[in-house]
């Protein structure tokens, strides 16, 4: 148990579907980040969010569109999406910017 | 476990063998540093950190050795377990970047009974 809460665990969605995957951290910690884990690249740094405000988008597509209402919850909001978007989403909380990320058990996305 | 798999260099050891699983930084600006572990169907877990102005850390049955002049990390597991099986990550962060950790590629650890 790290902490850091993600749902669902699974998710199995088609390319017109609208879906969001959520994050909850109990740890009391200003920042929140999404990153993506696909097969053949290493961790790819998504969105970070410090204080409720979005500090990075890594160029990401607007397909995915984050929110984050408050320190402790962070969602990911899906739209048509890609087959090349089917990924393992890992949500992941530190005290501050820099420093030590705590990590979810991470959201397993397929897109038919 | 993870597809990632099929694409990552591999460690196979022998249990209770001590391990060493290497890891080539690019940033020479880089101050900090961390291993994480990534065990099957869980996301990464911190195991051990470092920071530039040392060369060496112990932790419990692991030790991290940073070379700066050719931008080495390595992470050594003493009298390796089954539960060690997993895959590795080192990471690095530099105020350059905002202290924002880049991760590498992944070691696949197995551990053989």
């Known amino acids: 148990e790290t902490g850091v809460t993600q749902t669902p665990r699974h998710l199995v969605m088609g390319m017109t579907n609208k879906k969001s995957l959520k994050c909850e951290q109990h740890?009391?910690?200003?920042?929140m980040y999404w990153y993506k884990q696909s097969a053949k690249k290493p961790l790819e740094l998504m969105f970070v969010?410090?204080?409720?405000?979005?500090?990075e988008n890594n160029s990401v597509p607007s397909r995915f569109s984050p929110e984050c209402p408050n320190s402790s919850h962070l969602f990911l909001h899906l739209h048509t999406l890609q087959p090349e978007d089917s990924a393992l989403y890992l949500c992941?909380?530190?005290?501050?910017?820099?420093?030590?990320?705590?990590f979810g058990e991470g959201s397993r996305l397929t897109v038919l | 476990g993870e597809s990632v798999g099929l694409h990552l260099p591999t460690l196979s050891v022998q249990e209770g063998d001590n391990s060493i699983i290497n890891c080539a930084y690019s940033?020479?600006?880089?101050?900090?540093f961390i291993w994480y572990k990534q065990e099957s169907g869980k996301g990464p877990q911190f195991i051990i950190d470092i920071r530039s102005n040392m060369d060496k850390r112990q932790g419990q049955r692991v030790t991290v050795l940073l070379n700066k002049t050719v931008k080495h990390l390595s992470l050594q597991i003493a009298a390796t377990q089954p539960g060690d099986s997993a895959v590795y990550f080192c990471?690095?962060?530099?105020?350059?970047?905002?202290?924002?950790?880049?991760f590498g590629a992944g070691t696949i650890l197995r551990v053989k009974s």
């Open positions: 990471a690095e962060a530099s105020m350059e970047y905002g202290n924002k950790l880049v």
């Open positions: 740890l009391g910690h200003n920042a």
């Open positions: 940033n020479s600006a880089s101050d900090y």
């Open positions: 992941a909380s530190s005290q501050d910017i820099a420093g030590e990320l705590f």
């Open positions: 969010y410090n204080f409720k405000e979005q500090t």
